[in-house]
């Protein structure tokens, strides 16, 4: 099982990024798929998720200004990021789940400067 995150940068307060993840090994379409995030020195934190019906959740620190989408044919999840913050700065983790199963991608690194 492969969860490949990709699109992570360096961007500025109020910009934007799209994170992916192109997932490999498991039936994608089953699979809610997640992303999570951790800043230096915190716990890993839950961001948004998307379950094989297409409803969404999101924590209420991102709610309006990131949108979880997922592409069933490609196999791939994506995150939309928008009016970035310094607070948003993390290593942002691609997390699928079904039942008892659980995988997570290597993360990639968002950084927002001020």
């Known amino acids: 099982v492969q969860l490949q995150a990709s699109g992570g940068g360096l961007v500025q307060a109020g910009g934007s990024l799209r994170l992916s993840c192109a997932v490999s090994?498991?039936?994608?379409?089953?699979?809610?798929m997640g992303w999570y995030r951790q800043a230096p020195g915190k716990q890993r934190e839950f961001v948004a998720d998307?379950?094989?019906?297409?409803?969404?959740n999101y924590a209420d620190s991102v709610k309006g200004r990131f949108t979880i989408s997922r592409n069933n044919a490609l196999n791939t999840v994506y995150l939309q990021m928008n009016s970035l913050k310094p607070e948003d700065t993390a290593v942002y983790y691609c997390?699928?789940?079904?039942?008892?199963?659980?995988?997570w991608g290597q993360g990639t690194q968002v950084t927002v400067s001020s």
């Open positions: 998307i379950t094989s019906g297409g409803s969404v």
């Open positions: 090994g498991i039936i994608f379409s089953t699979q809610i």
């Open positions: 997390h699928a789940e079904r039942r008892s199963s659980v995988y």
